[in-house]
């Protein structure tokens, strides 16, 4: 089942291809868009009334709070030194690993195919030029583009 039985849909939550999305252990408020090929795993929240665009990934530890429009693309990331295995080849499981978390602020645009890394803090109202790759927080307001992205103007 692509939307798991624990996920939490606020009223008017429009999921366009619910046949094309993954999303579990999560709360989407109200009157939130979401495309298809997105994936929201669990320990999520995502607001009211976002957009979250076609073959976005928003992974465990993410926050997106109201009003917050995700591009087409974008990948968000969890783990600062992620890694198949342990130190004696084993494969990680959950406890071989530290989650990261990340906010987006209210109102914030995030540009299609931009990579989050993990621990970011992405201001109000802040703006995320497409293909970016965000490395430090970014202030409300602010625009930043580039790899890295880099402060260019306030909104």
């Not at 366009?16 to 993954?22: A, E, G, M, S, W």
């Not at 994936?39 to 999520?44: D, K, V």
């Not at 109202?125 to 790899?147: E, F, N, R």
């Amino acid at each position: 089942m692509p939307i798991n039985a624990n996920v939490k849909l606020g009223r008017d939550v429009r999921i366009f291809q619910p046949d094309l999305v993954n999303i579990y252990g999560t709360e989407i408020g109200d009157e939130t868009r979401i495309g298809p090929f997105v994936e929201i795993q669990s320990e999520t929240r995502i607001g009211r009334r976002c957009k979250i665009s076609s073959h976005s990934f928003i992974c465990q530890g993410v926050t997106i709070e109201d009003e917050v429009f995700i591009g087409h693309g974008v990948m968000f990331t969890n783990d600062v030194l992620p890694r198949a295995t342990t130190e004696s080849g084993e494969l990680q499981g959950a406890g071989d690993w530290k989650l990261v978390e990340t906010l987006v602020q209210r109102g914030a645009s995030i540009g299609s195919n931009a990579t989050i890394l993990p621990g970011i803090t992405i201001g109000a109202h802040a703006i995320i030029g497409a293909g970016s790759v965000v490395t430090q927080d970014v202030p409300a307001g602010a625009i930043y583009a580039g790899v890295p992205a880099r402060f260019l103007r306030e909104v």
